[in-house]
């Protein structure tokens, strides 16, 4: 593991005031977790593991960047006893100001070691993939591009979505600046402007496509998995390509989790961490969210094998190909921000 993420985006004082006014934490409650994941996921995780030890949890949703550097901020007086984040950047940033505690070998054990900290000081709970969702009505798997970077081709004019304000999306841009350098990636981010669909939001895109207004979109999985799995895949007009060329078109990212240094409840965070580790949590957040577990004795009923995705050099991201500053100068830079 390399610490990646020295760099990272600082937000602005209106970002941390906006994240501050969220609802407060009752000061009784028995854990305190900051999540920036998927609430209904998240939700369930908690209840089970709520009825299973008895230990109340309390949430504050928000980004996970705003929350991570919420944290910073708080200091000594954060109320946070976790932090679940959405990708695998803002734990980096925290591990490397000394702010997260060791999470304990048990839970660890849980884990492959390739999918967590060296040091244990946070750990991946779960992982998605980059992928593009076609409309099966308006364009064949064998018609569609086997690299994200030949959609600046003009052949794909007015073909694709894209979301520009999407932590994976800029995840894959950052990816894209530290493998292919800034100039190809300004190249490329300069081609999506001009030949793709900007939408608000992933299920927008998918949606979109879905109704046959565009004919692919770059989105995470488990965006059509989740919908796959609710109404059924011959009831969709859509389906899910994986370029399956190591592109960063196949970019896989990890979320996780850690304990502050400062948690008050460092016993019941320790129990939590054991428990959205093993089997029966992560199965709960698997089912709800359609991503893939870091837990390799849970299944993924349903999902792309694990084993059968190719993400560029043959690695999951762990914060190594992500910073956030430069992919967000470049996305200002373009005029896409």
Do not use: C
């Amino acid at each position: 593991m390399t610490n990646g993420i020295k760099r990272f985006a600082k937000l602005s004082a209106a970002a941390i005031a906006a994240a501050m006014m969220m609802t407060a934490v009752p000061a009784s409650a028995d854990l305190v977790i900051y999540s920036g994941q998927h609430k209904s996921a998240t939700i369930a995780m908690l209840e089970a593991f709520t009825e299973e030890t008895g230990i109340k949890v309390n949430t504050r949703e928000g980004s996970s960047n705003e929350l991570a550097h919420q944290i910073v901020e708080e200091g000594k007086r954060s109320p946070a006893d976790i932090i679940y984040t959405e990708e695998s950047t803002p734990l980096i940033m925290l591990a490397n100001k000394g702010l997260l505690e060791p999470i304990s070998q048990a839970a660890l054990d849980n884990i492959p070691k390739e999918y967590r900290a060296e040091d244990g000081s946070w750990v991946g709970l779960l992982a998605r993939s980059r992928v593009l969702a076609y409309n099966k009505n308006m364009i064949t798997e064998k018609e569609l591009p086997t690299s994200v970077l030949d959609l600046v081709k003009p052949e794909w004019k007015n073909k694709f979505a894209f979301v520009k304000t999407s932590g994976a999306f800029q995840v894959q841009l950052s990816a894209m600046i530290k493998l292919e350098g800034r100039d190809a990636a300004k190249a490329w981010l300069e081609g999506l402007k001009k030949n793709g669909k900007v939408y608000r939001h992933n299920k927008a895109a998918l949606d979109a496509v879905e109704r046959g207004d565009i004919a692919f979109a770059m989105i995470n999985n488990y965006y059509w998995d989740k919908m796959a799995k609710e109404v059924g895949v011959d009831n969709l007009n859509s389906r899910l390509y994986f370029m399956g060329t190591h592109d960063l078109g196949d970019l896989v990212t990890v979320s996780g989790a850690a304990i502050l240094k400062t948690s008050k409840n460092k016993e019941e965070a320790q129990a939590f961490m054991e428990f959205a580790t093993g089997e029966k949590g992560q199965a709960i957040l698997t089912e709800m969210s359609a991503q893939y577990p870091m837990n390799p004795k849970v299944g993924t009923k349903g999902l792309k094998p694990f084993s059968e995705l190719t993400p560029p050099n043959g690695t999951l991201d762990l914060g190594e190909y992500s910073d956030g500053k430069a992919a967000i100068e470049l996305l200002q830079e373009v005029g896409l921000l």
